[in-house]
T-cell receptor, first 114, second 116 residues
Framework: DQQVKQNSPSLSVQEGRISILNCDYTNSMFDYFLWYKKYPAEGPTFLIS?????DKNEDGRFTVFLNKSAKHLSLHIVPSQPGDSAVYFC?????????????FGKGTRLHILP | NAGVTQTPKFQVLKTGQSMTLQCAQDMNHNSMYWYRQDPGMGLRLIYY???????DKGEVPNGYNVSRLNKREFSLRLESAAPSQTSVYFC???????????????FGEGSWLTVV
């Protein structure tokens, strides 16, 4: 039973355009969400996060939107750059219940085309 | 600034052998995690420890044991390795600050394990 779903295994976007990566979750207890980027043979690195008390968080070219009623979040990258080609993981946690479990989705491989 | 350090980086095991993956963090984080990454499966949580002295099962705990030796160290043990445990293993840690900030999880560089 997947609690965090990234339904697009891969996505190709032209350089300079907007990349939109989507994530859905099923557990209504999740209250904190994170996006990670992973290059081959490296550990995942943190990109941006959002708590359930917000519906948008922005950091430079990266913006995360949270729609709690739809249990959906998305990561927008604009403009997309070649170095953005990587696997992106969405993750969720439920801090209020203090067990601090963090669940990741299966990832979306983003290809930025020249 | 080491962050999260895990060893070994590469290991080949024969079926039935045992081994322990070591992980240490120097950020004074309370929580530590072990994940495995397999093609098409993303990062799956094996075990986690919300604080020193506590451990809990994640999504795929079968075939593994863990020890939270102290606040810094969290080890993962395979008692009798199976080919299905061939994977890349990542250790991670974080400190919860508040609901709104400071909750980043930091990962190690990964340990590539092959069971033949």
């Amino acid at each position: 039973d997947q609690q965090v779903k990234q339904n697009s295994p891969s996505l190709s976007v032209q350089e300079g355009r907007i990349s939109i990566l989507n994530c859905d979750y099923t557990n209504s207890m999740f209250d904190y969400f994170l996006w990670y980027k992973k290059y081959p043979a490296e550990g995942p690195t943190f990109l941006i996060s959002i708590s359930s008390i917000k519906d948008k968080n922005e950091d430079g070219r990266f913006t995360v939107f949270l729609n709690k009623s739809a249990k959906h979040l998305s990561l927008h990258i604009v403009p997309s750059q070649p170095g953005d080609s990587a696997v992106y993981f969405c993750a969720a946690s439920a801090k209020r219940n203090r067990d601090d479990k963090i669940i990741f989705g299966k990832g979306t491989r983003l290809h930025i085309l020249p | 600034n080491a962050g999260v350090t895990q060893t070994p980086k590469f290991q080949v095991l024969k079926t039935g052998q045992s081994m322990t993956l070591q992980c240490a963090q120097d950020m004074n984080h309370n929580s530590m995690y072990w994940y495995r990454q397999d093609p098409g499966m993303g990062l799956r949580l094996i075990y986690y420890s919300a604080s020193e002295g506590t451990t809990d099962k994640g999504e795929v705990p079968n075939g593994y044991n863990v020890s939270r030796l102290n606040k810094r160290e969290f080890s993962l043990r395979l008692e009798s390795a199976a080919p299905s445990q061939t994977s890349v293993y990542f250790c991670a840690s974080r400190m919860i600050v508040s609901l709104s900030s400071g909750n980043t999880i930091y990962f190690g560089e990964g340990s590539w394990l092959t069971v033949v």
